[in-house]
């Protein structure tokens, strides 16, 4: 890399926020250190729930980050990607793609966390800067999820108002079709019936014979579970049986099998007992609750 082109990458790096008060002297040693890589376009840096083993500075160039198969963002240069991942060991939260072609600096995490840890003038703004930038997010986060949280109430007290005042006026052709339609949307937006992920506070499991598969994600009428490669389980549209495990519960799951592709079998939950549906429920209530928290 030329002079002129470090001296430039420098100056954007100290345009952002994680590297305020850090001296040029220290950025360039950065970038010293990284290594330098021109990408074609298609190059993955990274996917989505891959450990983060590296950082990395985009030179030139466009990333596009994805999630779930969905673009979410498009990062054009100067810009860090992967930060938070290489000093604190998070998995990956998006696909990242070379979207033109790119010149891309990477440092290892290892060797990121040592120059931080060994040249104070460096490591001691960026940590001061990244528990900054990490509060103001989290804040940020808060407020619009509570703002999120308040509108699905709100919809869903809607719902239930236009649903039960069907039920006031002369029935017509259009009231019961209009009816069903409405009870359905209220049925699939109660909590209980929304898919959520076991987190690391409140893992899930559930054991078949005598091997045991992670829970992706579950509602009271379906769990997907994560396979580890076995081959010896059910087909599509065959039946299941098992015991889930979870923060403390432990309750016979029956089903038939919806879906079994990379990785995942997806199962379609019998109607549980009332005494069971309710020890499930009050576990998706309080995984949902905790990522209200976090």
Known sequence: MSE???TEIVNALRSIPIFRGVVDVELEQLVEACRIRTLEVGTTLF???DEAQKFYILAYGEVTLSS?????????????IGELGALTGIRRNTT????QTATILSLDGSPLKELLDTRSDLGL?????????????????KDQTEEIRHNL?????????????????????????????LEDLVSKNRRAN??????????????????????????????????NGHRELPGVGERISGVLFAAGIEMPLSGDVARRESGVLAVTLDLMIDEYEAQLTE????????????
């Open 4 to 6: 002129a082109n470090r």
């Open 194 to 227: 929304r898919r959520v992920k076991p987190t690391a506070q409140l893992p899930a499991y559930v054991t078949l014979g005598d091997k045991r598969f992670p829970v992706l994600n579950m509602s009271v009428k379906g769990v997907a579970l994560e396979t």
């Open 47 to 49: 996917h989505q729930g």
């Open 96 to 99: 990242a793609v070379v979207s």
């Open 153 to 181: 109430i709100h919809t869903q007290r809607e719902l239930k108002r236009a649903r039960d005042m069907i039920l006031e006026f002369p029935e017509t052709p259009l009231s019961e079709p209009l009816y069903n339609v």
């Open 283 to 294: 576990y998706l209530v309080r995984l949902q609750m905790l990522s209200f928290v976090v």
């Open 125 to 141: 703004p960026v940590y001061r800067n990244l528990v900054e930038l990490l509060t103001t997010k989290l804040m940020r986060d």
């Open 68 to 80: 779930e198969g969905r673009e979410v963002f498009r990062l054009s240069p100067v810009q860090l």
